[in-house]
């Protein structure tokens, strides 16, 4: 999509602005604006400035400097809430992004029941994380669920039990976030095969390149902007990562599946400590800007100067 | 086969031969892979329809010996969140006591946005458009105490209002985005031949673009419903447990630490919770996908 912009010659043709001119449309673009300013703006910038501050039950003007974010670095639980995130991010990524385009090159592959499939793999996505934390949470289940099923077909020291792991409590997370997830990846690849010229899968057979190698050496290069909407869309759901962890596992076993946006909602909202969930959030913040800059100057950048 | 790829190419009609190794290997791939997406599901409806007897036994798989809907029943009317032993009917009519002013507010605001945006521009209005899109990517905890504050300051704190005012800001931009991107692509003298008319902003909107985005709108209830149905963290931080909506519920019962785990009843709460975005999903079709293809690509 294109973000069309007013060409030049039709803002320099407009008279000179005055503070009444489009008047009905300034009015109707208030709840916009106060949005835009108070919220998102507003809202940012102060809760940035809280986290200087030393507010536990109510926030206070009492700077302390750096002070939250020490304390935040040097709680393990916050250390250990980045680790599990990075993990899960970087496997989601991965998985979400080769699983979504190998079904949707499948899918692409003139296939009967296409439709059917589709639905198939897109209608989780529809679901809320907490359906999905807890209908997995029973699949997951050690007593009830996939490992008492292979147990009795025999199989009697099956261990299948991520859950209650602090090892790898984070991959039960995973299997049910790439389930819900990765439907949405598929449609986006989906969309990103079905926009490619027939006559380059033509060419390709015409030089003899086989079906895989045309996907790798050729279509998914071609695909580089889809690839990129994809992996944005992944890492701004990445961060978001709460609503499963608080609904598969809450955190548990102990503190090994915790996640930085539950941090801090807890510190802000149950351990009443505002100036941590503050200092935590800033840190979520840093590391979007971290990520979404560099996108958007590639992007967005390179375009405007071309 | 090579003559045939070639007069057809690749996707041309499909090939006679049914049982070829390729089509195998995609077709058995296709159907394993299925079974990892329906298997939630199935189990979920096995599940609720089993008496906890059965389900101590073992074999959450297998398909119930003996049906029951008691725990339908119970979950909905009985199931207990902490004193309230109501079920999750509360949670239910809450969400749609949420859900209803919460999509005509976000789509009616964001598409009086989206239109003034791409007809009424002014000096500015693009600015602050732009802070509108970058919002979107900005965490949403570095919002949730200043707004708990305003929400405090105008008395809508622990409200259904409030948590309507909540989903209608942030679904602002991803609308506003949606609407905008329509409107810019309707012809201009299309809307130059209502202004030599006499037609002012409002009935502009209202008589000639209104009609005309139907289709965008109906991506935007889509997008809406599931998105605001699903929404567990605004519920969960700006409502109380009398409005807690049905996500909340749900979760509060399936993860209370109190009492004998009914895992069928469990089950039966969860279905019920999905089932407003499932009926949207399966009744929607393609909307559905061009709803989330909208809310996915950038603008």
């Keep these: 999509m294109t973000t069309t912009l007013a060409p030049p010659q039709a803002r320099a043709a407009k008279r000179p602005v005055r503070l009444f001119r489009n008047l009905m449309s300034k009015i109707a673009l208030v709840p916009m604006i106060l949005t835009a300013l108070v919220i998102f703006v507003g809202g940012t910038a102060w809760t940035v400035v809280y986290s200087f501050t030393n507010s536990r039950l109510l926030p206070r003007l009492e700077f302390v400097g750096f002070d939250q974010y020490e304390r935040l670095w040097s709680t393990a639980r916050w250390v250990i809430s980045i680790q599990n995130l990075a993990l899960y991010g970087f496997l989601s990524m991965i998985l979400s992004l080769v699983i979504g385009f190998t079904l949707a090159a499948l899918l692409d592959r003139k296939i009967r029941f296409e439709g059917a499939f589709r639905t198939i793999f897109l209608y989780p996505f529809a679901l809320s994380f907490v359906v999905t934390g807890v209908a997995w949470q029973w699949i997951l289940n050690p007593d009830f669920g996939l490992q008492n099923l292979v147990r009795e077909w025999g199989w009697t020291s099956f261990t299948f039990n991520p859950l209650n792991d602090p090892d790898t409590v984070m991959f039960g997370l995973l299997i049910a976030g790439i389930w819900q997830g990765s439907g949405l990846i598929m449609c986006i690849m989906l969309a990103g095969l079905r926009g490619i010229d027939e006559d380059i899968w033509k060419a390709a057979r015409v030089d003899g390149i086989g079906t895989v190698k045309t996907y790798v050496r050729i279509i998914i290069p071609m695909m580089r902007p889809v690839f990129v909407t994809a992996l944005v869309l992944i890492a701004s759901g990445i961060i978001k990562l709460y609503d499963l962890v608080v609904a598969q596992t809450n955190g548990g076993p102990g503190i090994s599946s915790e996640v930085p946006a539950k941090y801090v909602i807890d510190y802000m909202f149950r351990a009443q400590n505002l100036g941590q969930g503050f200092a935590a959030s800033t840190m979520m913040l840093v590391s979007v800007l971290i990520i979404l800059v560099p996108w958007a100057y590639l992007e967005f950048g390179g375009k405007k100067r071309g | ?299």
């Excluded at chain 2, 996707?11 to 329906?38: D, E, Q």
């Excluded at chain 2, 945006?117 to 802070?131: H, R």
């Excluded at chain 2, 109906?218 to 969960?236: K, R």
């Design chain 2, 1 to 299: 086969m090579v003559d045939m790829t070639l007069q057809n190419g690749p996707r041309g009609p499909k090939p006679k031969r049914a049982f070829t190794r390729a089509n195998i290997f995609i077709y058995g791939t296709l159907l394993l892979v299925s079974v990892y997406y329906l298997l939630p599901l199935y189990v979920m409806i096995v599940t609720s329809l089993k008496g906890m007897p059965e389900i101590r036994m073992g074999n959450v798989f297998g398909p119930p010996m003996e049906v029951t809907f008691e725990p339908w029943v119970k979950a909905w009317s009985q199931a207990c969140t902490g004193i309230n032993c109501d079920g999750l009917s509360r949670g239910f009519w809450n969400s749609v006591n949420i859900l209803i002013p919460s999509v005509i507010l976000s789509i009616g605001i964001a598409s009086v946005n989206g239109y003034a945006l791409s007809n009424w521009k002014f000096k500015g209005s693009e600015v602050f458009f732009t802070i509108l899109i970058i919002g979107a990517f900005i965490p949403y905890q570095t919002m949730l105490y200043p707004i708990v504050i305003l929400l405090r300051e105008i008395g809508l704190m622990g409200e259904l209002s409030g948590l309507v005012l909540v989903h209608t800001v942030f679904g602002m931009p991803i609308l506003t985005l949606l609407f905008r991107n329509y409107f810019a692509s309707v012809p201009e003298e299309l809307f130059k031949a209502a202004r030599v008319d006499g037609a002012g902003f409002w009935r502009i909107y209202f008589q000639i673009m209104l009609p005309m985005a139907l289709p965008i709108f109906v991506v935007a209830i889509i997008l809406q419903v599931t998105g605001i149905w699903n929404d567990f963290l605004f519920g969960v931080i700006y409502t109380k447990p009398s409005t807690y909506p049905m996500t909340v519920q749900l979760n509060n019962i399936v993860n209370s630490v109190q009492g004998v785990k009914e895992y069928n009843v469990n089950m039966a709460a969860t279905l019920l919770t999905g089932l407003v975005p499932l009926v949207i999903y399966f009744a929607s079709g393609k909307l559905f996908v061009r709803g989330i293809a909208a809310g996915a690509v950038k603008g």
